[in-house]
């Protein structure tokens, strides 16, 4: 279990074992000192964000088992980027993934807001 709190300050909820995830490789989108990349979104990539991402420079689909439905733990500055390219790009929404948000890490706020969040989670809650 992570001693790490989501963005509505509750327990971070597990995202993924299968392909296992997280910067610690432990399921959970925890933001340790290291991680310098700040991977606190709990995404599932879709096959267009895939794209676009390798598309930045930031090719996701070598880990072994990665493929558009995986739930995988984002840097935030990556999803922000997709946020923000989806008005000009020409798939629009479909490039930025859907996120879970009981398991996405609080310090996903220093980038995004929670209404920014909000308008792609997967997982509804106040």
């Given at each position: 279990m992570s001693k790490s709190l989501n963005v509505f300050k509750q327990p971070l909820a597990l995202h993924s074992t299968q392909p296992m995830t997280g910067f610690l490789r432990n399921g959970y989108c925890e933001v340790p000192a290291s991680?310098?990349?700040n991977h606190a979104v709990a995404a599932e990539v879709t096959d267009e964000?895939?794209?676009?991402s390798?598309?930045?420079?930031?090719?996701l689909r070598p880990i072994p088992g990665m493929k558009g439905g995986c739930k995988w733990c984002?840097?935030?500055?990556?999803?922000?980027e997709a946020f923000d390219a989806r008005k000009n790009h020409p798939l629009g929404?479909?490039?930025?993934?859907?996120?879970?948000?009981?398991?996405t890490n609080e310090k996903a706020l220093n980038k995004v807001s929670l209404e920014?969040?909000?308008?792609?989670a997967a997982d509804k809650q106040e």
């Open positions: 991680d310098f990349g964000f895939l794209d676009f390798a598309k930045q420079g930031n090719d984002l840097c935030v500055s990556r999803w922000r929404d479909q490039i930025v993934p859907k996120i879970f948000l009981n398991a920014e969040l909000k308008q792609f």
